[in-house]
């Protein structure tokens, strides 16, 4: 269990733990975009900078990203000096000149005291920062239907040939960790459109409502999910749940609360 | 997506000669982008199939290099450089008389496919400054008068 000092405060944490966990179970904030619990850090935002040192170490410590470097015993992290605020605004700073239109980064921009970008603002402004968490959850979610395209000044994040991706299943795992809402989709009439494909939603059998595609109920199938499973909704699967608990604390039997369900 | 697409022969020899995983990607790229001048978008679907790699990865991966190559290339690859040694010396003249005679300009390939001209920003050769480069071969102190000899001379093979 390594022991650090972030901001001057020790702090204890279990072995693995990256900086960045450290710091925030030490109090401090550190903005980041890229990073998200459920995903392998990568680095790729830059905003989670820190500043570190080590006892024996002479001059300057050393800006490393906070979210993929490993916590070490007698680590001196500063998080907020004047050298790591300068590097983390020049970051902001690029941002903002890429995503001029998007609260998020007006938002970090206004954080960092930044009015107006620095840099010539992007001529074809979008909501995409490049973060990677919608091609990473993709990935994590075995589908991999979207990846980064091109690089440079045109990178951007795009299904193959930029068509409708035949291998989404329309799950809106990629939505749903966009950090500034860029990945639009929409669902009427039980049907779910995203990255220009459409999806037929399949019903909850217990309130109705569309709650999953087609195209996901086969793949989780394919992958073993059992039936009963893909029949409710969540809201639905919790009031069973709380019935079922009900009745159990009432000490009704569960198979006799099924039965008459 | 093996249907009717004799083009698809060509890929076969490719893949065989490595492993179907995904560490191959790259260098069958490379081998297809020699075969074919480019990367058809059938093609590389067969590729994502083979190589059990998803298809976007195929295509960040294809969209990433600047070897590859999303539209047909031309039969020989002409690059000017514009390195400050040949601007100075006049690297553009040399892309106006192309553009003139091949009516194709950087980025672009030639309506019958025989040329596709490119643009780089230094060969290393600034003494022979302007360079150009048909093919493999390099022609140094190029002179817009003699284009028409570098093309019709040729340039011995590929030069990816």
């Known amino acids: 269990m390594p022991t650090l000092r972030v901001d001057g405060v020790r702090v204890t944490v279990p072995a693995g733990a990256t900086v960045l966990a450290a710091a925030r179970a030490a109090g401090a904030e550190i903005p980041t975009l890229c990073h998200h619990e459920g995903l392998e850090p990568w680095g790729g935002c830059r905003l989670c900078l820190v500043e570190i040192s080590k006892p024996g170490w002479t001059g300057e410590g050393k800006i490393v990203t906070s979210c993929n470097y490993p916590a070490e015993d007698g680590l001196v992290v500063r998080t907020s000096g004047e050298r790591v605020v300068a590097t983390r605004r020049v970051v902001v700073d690029l941002l903002l000149a890429r995503c001029p239109g998007t609260p998020l980064v007006q938002r970090l921009a206004r954080e960092h005291g930044i009015e107006e970008a620095s840099y010539e603002v992007n001529p074809e402004p979008t909501d995409c920062v490049l973060c990677g968490l919608c091609t990473r959850a993709c990935d994590r979610m075995g589908v991999s239907a979207i990846a980064s395209v091109s690089r440079g000044a045109s990178r951007a994040i795009a299904p193959p040939f930029n068509q409708p991706p035949p291998d989404c299943i329309g799950c809106l795992a990629c939505a749903e960790v966009c950090p500034t809402g860029h990945i639009a989709w929409s669902e009427a009439d039980g049907r779910r459109t995203i990255w220009g494909r459409v999806f037929e939603m399949q019903r909850c059998e217990g309130c109705g409502r569309p709650h999953l595609t087609a195209a996901q109920a086969g793949w989780a199938r394919a992958r073993g999910a059992a039936e009963q499973d893909l029949r409710l909704c969540d809201a639905c699967k919790r009031e069973q749940l709380a019935r079922t608990l009900r009745a159990v604390s009432r000490g009704e039997t569960v198979a006799a609360q099924a039965a008459a369900s | ?160």
């Open chain 2, 1 to 160: 997506m093996t249907l009717a697409c004799p083009e698809l022969t060509r890929l076969e020899p490719i893949l065989a000669r490595y492993p179907a995983r995904e560490e191959s990607l790259i260098q069958v790229l490379q081998d297809v982008q020699r075969a074919y001048r480019y990367l058809p978008c059938h093609v590389l679907e067969q590729v994502a199939a083979r190589l059990h790699v998803p298809l976007a990865r195929v295509f960040s991966v294809a969209t990433f290099y600047k070897a590859f190559a999303l539209t047909p290339q031309g039969e020989t690859t002409i690059q000017v450089c514009t390195g400050t040694a040949c601007h100075i010396r006049g690297a553009e003249r040399l892309i106006d008389e192309l553009r003139d005679r091949l009516g194709a300009g950087p980025g672009e390939t030639t309506a019958d496919r025989r040329f596709t001209i490119r643009t780089v920003n230094c060969v290393g050769a600034c003494a022979m400054a302007p360079v150009l480069i048909v093919g493999d071969r390099y022609r140094g102190n190029a002179k817009p008068a003699a284009i028409g000899d570098y093309l019709s001379e040729g340039g011995g093979g590929h030069a990816h």
